[in-house]
């Protein structure tokens, strides 16, 4: 079999390999020659990730925000291979469906919020919020309001790669520097970060004005023009913000206000990762959609997909005629099984609620024991997400320049040690998954702290710049 060909081979030889052939995503391809190739996974279980070098690390990212379940559960690939080989593949477009889809669908409504009795499946969150576009302003078309065709989103949000999920996305810096972005009708306001934007204000002072940055855009277009604002309830891949007090229920006001619907991207935040099954939970709200992806099948297979609440689905779908819209994998039979699974399973052992009582106070005190670390000017989090946040003078909130150096070096002090951190700029983020003891959340910050030690000691030292070794600007 290719695959045990290729773990077989020899770390170097892989390497190579890789190198001559694959194009990664979000990887600056010189720094990534510079630094030797890149790193080999070969194994993961529970927590933990092994290398093509045997070398162990504790995963406190859960992948890529993911793996909310943890590695290894056979159950799920039992799952795929009892589907695989009874319905392998069928579509689920032309008035067909199959039992993955129909029953996910189901269990879907049962762990949403009241009211959410709809999926639109896609095969990741990018796809997903492009979705939501096209489906906002479809809505906008079916009840009589055409001219509600612009879509709110934040300054440096993430929803995706897709030219419409990074349209959505407030990275103006990079990813709109490349192809063309972002396409019209697409708007971006403040982002609710206190820590970065929030000057001589209060944190409850910031949120507001943060909020109320939302309005005044709304009115600056005309709310008959504004047809949806989407944010996460909690920031992932911008740093781990986790807004002010007074930003979201000011947010959701304005929303109802003015008759723009809300969307809650609940990729990163869905599937219990903020302590609830949705993140729309976590601050109660009341969203219009909300794009799912990730913890849906605890990435062990790709699967995204809309939730569409009943006052929305209902025109579109009573209403609207055909949605001109879908992908040849929407609702593919094997990722909706392992989906089924992983929800499953996350129901039967109670997975969300032993976390949100008992692993989110560990997690959130074990981190904020880091609080007093010199490097450390802030550890904000909420649920199973936290960030560090890094600072030269936590004093005065300054930040280390050139931006991002800092992060960088600390995420590979971090890694030489053992532990998968992502560095965000100078935030350093966890997203461990949600089944993590207290003992391994004990070996999480006990290792980040020696990483801070060690990125503070590489600061200090005059000859040896901060991110020695470290990929420059590279996205963790
Ligand atoms: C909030 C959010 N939305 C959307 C996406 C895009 O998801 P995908 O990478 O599955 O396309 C991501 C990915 O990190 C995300 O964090």
């Given at each position: 079999m290719a695959t045990s060909q290729a773990t077989a081979a020899a770390p170097n030889d892989l390497r190579a390999l890789d190198t001559r052939h694959h194009f990664h995503p979000f990887t600056d391809h010189g720094a990534l020659g510079a630094r030797g190739g890149p790193r080999v996974i070969t194994r993961a279980e529970g927590v933990h990730l092994w290398d093509a070098d045997g070398r162990r690390f504790i995963d406190a990212m859960a992948g890529l925000w993911c793996v909310n379940i943890g590695y290894g559960r056979r159950e799920l690939a039992a799952a795929a291979a009892r589907q695989m080989a009874e319905l392998p593949y069928y579509n689920t477009f032309f008035h067909t469906t199959h039992p993955p889809a129909a029953e996910l669908g189901r269990v879907l409504a049962e762990v949403a919020?009241?009211?959410?009795?709809h999926v639109f499946f896609t095969n990741s969150g990018s796809e997903a919020n492009d979705t939501v576009i096209r489906m906002v302003r479809r809505y906008f078309d079916v009840i009589g309001k055409?001219?509600?065709h612009v879509i709110l989103s934040r300054d440096n949000?993430?929803?995706?790669?897709?030219m419409g999920a990074a349209s959505l996305g407030g990275m103006k810096e990079t990813m709109?520097?490349?192809?063309?972005?972002?396409?019209?009708?697409i708007e971006h306001v403040m982002e609710p970060y206190w820590y970065k934007?929030?000057?001589?204000?209060?944190p409850d002072e910031f949120g507001l004005e943060a909020a109320r940055a939302v309005e005044e855009r709304i009115l600056a277009l005309g709310p008959e023009r504004v047809a949806a604002f989407i944010a996460e309830p909690i920031q992932g891949a911008g740093g781990v913000i986790v807004p002010p007090d007074t930003y979201w229920p000011e947010v959701a006001r304005i929303c109802r206000e003015h008759g723009v619907l809300l969307v809650t991207?609940?990729?990163?935040?869905?599937?219990?990762?903020?302590?609830?099954?949705?993140g729309s939970e976590y601050y109660g709200l009341d969203p219009d959609l909300m794009p799912i992806a990730k913890g849906l099948s605890s990435g062990y297979m790709p699967i995204g997909g809309v939730m569409v609440h009943d006052r929305i689905a209902e025109p579109l779908l009573g209403?609207?005629?055909?949605?001109f819209h879908g992908f040849?994998?929407?609702?593919h039979p094997v990722a909706c099984a392992v989906a089924l699974e992983n929800i499953r399973i996350l129901r039967a052992e109670g997975i969300v609620e032993h976390c949100r009582e008992h692993t989110v106070p560990y997690f959130q005190a074990g981190v904020r024991e880091?609080?007093?670390?010199?490097?450390?000017?802030e550890v904000r989090g909420a649920g199973m997400l936290a960030a560090l946040q890094l600072a030269e003078d936590p004093a005065t909130r300054k930040r280390f320049e050139p931006e991002g150096e800092v992060g960088a070096a600390c995420r590979e002090r971090c890694l030489a040690n053992g532990l998968v951190m992502r560095s965000v700029t100078e935030s350093m983020v966890l997203s461990p998954?949600?089944?993590?003891s207290r003992a391994e959340i004990d070996e999480v910050v006990e290792k980040a702290r020696l990483a801070l030690d060690e990125t503070m000691d590489a600061i200090a030292r005059?000859?040896?710049?901060?991110?020695?070794g470290a990929p420059a600007g590279a996205r963790g």
């Amino acid at each position: 079999m290719a695959t045990s060909q290729a773990t077989a081979a020899a770390p170097n030889d892989l390497r190579a390999l890789d190198t001559r052939h694959h194009f990664h995503p979000f990887t600056d391809h010189g720094a990534l020659g510079a630094r030797g190739g890149p790193r080999v996974i070969t194994r993961a279980e529970g927590v933990h990730l092994w290398d093509a070098d045997g070398r162990r690390f504790i995963d406190a990212m859960a992948g890529l925000w993911c793996v909310n379940i943890g590695y290894g559960r056979r159950e799920l690939a039992a799952a795929a291979a009892r589907q695989m080989a009874e319905l392998p593949y069928y579509n689920t477009f032309f008035h067909t469906t199959h039992p993955p889809a129909a029953e996910l669908g189901r269990v879907l409504a049962e762990v949403a919020p009241p009211g959410f009795n709809h999926v639109f499946f896609t095969n990741s969150g990018s796809e997903a919020n492009d979705t939501v576009i096209r489906m906002v302003r479809r809505y906008f078309d079916v009840i009589g309001k055409p001219e509600r065709h612009v879509i709110l989103s934040r300054d440096n949000a993430y929803h995706g790669s897709t030219m419409g999920a990074a349209s959505l996305g407030g990275m103006k810096e990079t990813m709109h520097r490349q192809g063309g972005l972002p396409i019209p009708g697409i708007e971006h306001v403040m982002e609710p970060y206190w820590y970065k934007l929030g000057g001589e204000r209060t944190p409850d002072e910031f949120g507001l004005e943060a909020a109320r940055a939302v309005e005044e855009r709304i009115l600056a277009l005309g709310p008959e023009r504004v047809a949806a604002f989407i944010a996460e309830p909690i920031q992932g891949a911008g740093g781990v913000i986790v807004p002010p007090d007074t930003y979201w229920p000011e947010v959701a006001r304005i929303c109802r206000e003015h008759g723009v619907l809300l969307v809650t991207d609940e990729v990163i935040c869905g599937f219990g990762r903020t302590g609830p099954w949705f993140g729309s939970e976590y601050y109660g709200l009341d969203p219009d959609l909300m794009p799912i992806a990730k913890g849906l099948s605890s990435g062990y297979m790709p699967i995204g997909g809309v939730m569409v609440h009943d006052r929305i689905a209902e025109p579109l779908l009573g209403r609207g005629g055909e949605f001109f819209h879908g992908f040849t994998w929407s609702g593919h039979p094997v990722a909706c099984a392992v989906a089924l699974e992983n929800i499953r399973i996350l129901r039967a052992e109670g997975i969300v609620e032993h976390c949100r009582e008992h692993t989110v106070p560990y997690f959130q005190a074990g981190v904020r024991e880091l609080a007093d670390h010199p490097l450390v000017g802030e550890v904000r989090g909420a649920g199973m997400l936290a960030a560090l946040q890094l600072a030269e003078d936590p004093a005065t909130r300054k930040r280390f320049e050139p931006e991002g150096e800092v992060g960088a070096a600390c995420r590979e002090r971090c890694l030489a040690n053992g532990l998968v951190m992502r560095s965000v700029t100078e935030s350093m983020v966890l997203s461990p998954p949600l089944v993590i003891s207290r003992a391994e959340i004990d070996e999480v910050v006990e290792k980040a702290r020696l990483a801070l030690d060690e990125t503070m000691d590489a600061i200090a030292r005059p000859a040896g710049p901060a991110g020695a070794g470290a990929p420059a600007g590279a996205r963790g």
